[in-house]
């Protein structure tokens, strides 16, 4: 496994990955693939170091792609940790983070879901804001998320 990762990303190194994103991507599916379907930590640090990125990077390419998995949750949370919507949604990261221990990149509840956090979504205008596997939910309340992360 280790050894096809290594080739894979050291090939599409090649072909001008990470700077050609339509390469990265490819890459990133291909060693997803190779990974059993999820990019886990491990597999974020190898593959940051054969590119070059930090894995952090890695991971803000892969949660605007669907199809590219951090980890097994069934769902990604991402809390957009731009001004207005720290702002307004701060009693939301604070419960995410204080009160379920959340953590940017990790899992939480169980394993159930990915926490992730992300710049300016730009929907300032209904902040705050969260997008919830992919698609941006505005103007959340923190009723509202907790239903969504106890029954989703
Ligand atoms: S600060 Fe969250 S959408 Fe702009």
């Excluded at 390419?61 to 097994?72: C, N, P, Q």
């Excluded at 990261?93 to 169980?110: C, D, H, I, M, V």
């Excluded at 929907?123 to 969260?130: F, H, K, L, Y």
Aim: hydrophobic share 35%; charged share 20%; aromatic share 6%.
């Amino acid at each position: 496994m280790k050894n096809n990762l290594t080739e894979i990303v050291t090939y599409y190194k090649g072909c001008g990955a990470p700077s050609d994103q339509s390469a990265l991507l490819a890459c990133l599916r291909e060693a997803q693939d190779a990974c059993g379907g999820i990019l886990d930590a491990a597999a974020q640090q190898e593959i940051g170091e054969i590119l070059g990125v930090k894995p952090s990077y890695l991971q803000a390419v892969t949660k605007r792609i669907s199809d590219l998995k951090l980890s097994g949750a069934a769902h990604t949370l991402t809390v957009c940790t731009g001004v207005n919507c720290s702002r307004r949604g701060a009693e939301i990261r604070r419960y995410l983070e204080k009160e379920l221990g959340a953590q940017s990149g990790k899992t939480f509840l169980n394993g159930r879901w990915m926490y992730l956090t992300a710049g300016c979504q730009r929907a300032c205008r209904t902040s705050p804001n969260v997008r919830i596997d992919g698609q941006l939910v505005t103007g959340i309340t923190l009723n509202t998320l907790k239903k969504r992360l106890f029954q989703t």
